[in-house]
């Protein structure tokens, strides 16, 4: 591709994440949380219950920084952390009644946002934009040497990106230890 080519490439993807990162904040992701705290409960969710060392690996973030943003959803109680029953140095993360309520909160409020995007598309285009929406994740992915994009699941199982991240430690380059 030639150079001009990849600059419009890379000012789509520039408007895209404006788009998706500041006006969605403002308008309808975080019901109270932050961006940082809407993402966390959203994986949270979809995990059911995880270690810190688990849910930092499948959300490619550093422990410590990561540990911040999960102390204060416990503050705030959208959080449970409990004892590991297998090993006292590590916690296990669940979400609260008031976490899950915020969780469909977010959920109700994003899902009628993108069913007004979906209907604005036209006809038949979803598929295809979740085709190459799909390829350009694994193609960055795989760019910036991660093994699958930040969060998404291979083939949309929970099951496998937990054995993969457990498997892989925190970013696939520690130790089993830092997957607590």
Known sequence: MAESGVREFRKTIRRLERLLT?????TCCCSGVTMAQCHTLLELEALD???LGELSGRMELDKSTLSRNVWG???AGHIRAAPHPGDRRAVVLTLTAK???TCAQINTVNDALFLRVIDALPAGAVDGIMAAL??????LAAATNRT???GVPPSGSRTSA????SARGS????????DR
């Open 99 to 101: 976490g899950r309520r």
């Open 148 to 150: 699958e994009p930040a």
């Open 73 to 75: 959803l416990v503050q």
């Open 22 to 26: 500041f006006d969605l904040k403002d």
């Open 171 to 178: 970013r696939g380059t520690h130790s089993r230890r830092n």
């Open 162 to 165: 937990r054995r993969s991240n």
């Open 134 to 139: 799909e390829s350009f994740a694994r193609a």
């Open 49 to 51: 219950q995880v270690t």
